[in-house]
């Protein structure tokens, strides 16, 4: 498949079934891969600074593909919340942080992401509170 994109420091993959690939969160190159599931090659969907610098990618870890709305749901341990980032542009939005919707349950070190899509929300685990958040999405 190429030299482009090595991994560094993969920590999480999930399957992006409708556009064919797997996606792969690389902690320590703090981005977003996609990796084709009939060639191996590889392409930067978004990263620390890729196809911008807002809401930028550091340490991801978890990932989980939200299919009913174009998006993966990615936990980052180096900026602890919740990112979505667009399948197509790879562009970033943030979902959940340690404010928001205020600060009784904070992000200290989210590692996993699981979606339930029964009840419309995100399930993530957080080995440094030891705990089971959940975020509506």
């Known amino acids: 498949p190429g030299t482009a994109n090595p991994f560094r420091g993969p920590a999480g993959i999930a399957l992006d079934a409708a556009n064919g690939r797997a996606l792969v969160?690389?902690?320590?190159?703090?981005?977003?891969?996609?990796?084709?599931?009939?060639?191996?090659?590889?392409t930067l969907l978004s990263g620390r600074v890729t196809p911008d610098d807002t809401n930028p990618l550091f340490s991801p870890l978890g990932i989980a593909v939200d299919?009913?709305?174009?998006?993966?749901?990615?936990?980052?341990?180096?900026?602890?919340?919740?990112?979505?980032?667009?399948?197509?542009?790879?562009?970033?939005?943030?979902?959940s942080t340690n404010a928001t919707p205020d600060a009784v349950n904070p992000f200290s070190g989210p590692i996993g992401i699981a979606l339930d899509s029964a009840n419309n929300r995100a399930l993530i685990v957080d080995n440094v509170r030891d705990s089971v958040l959940a975020v509506d999405r």
Do not use: E, F, H, I
């Open 25 to 42: 969160a690389d902690k320590s190159q703090g981005a977003l891969l996609a990796v084709d599931l009939t060639t191996g090659v590889r």
């Open 67 to 95: 299919a009913a709305n174009d998006r993966a749901l990615v936990v980052s341990n180096g900026q602890p919340g919740l990112l979505a980032v667009d399948l197509q542009t790879g562009a970033r939005t943030l979902v």
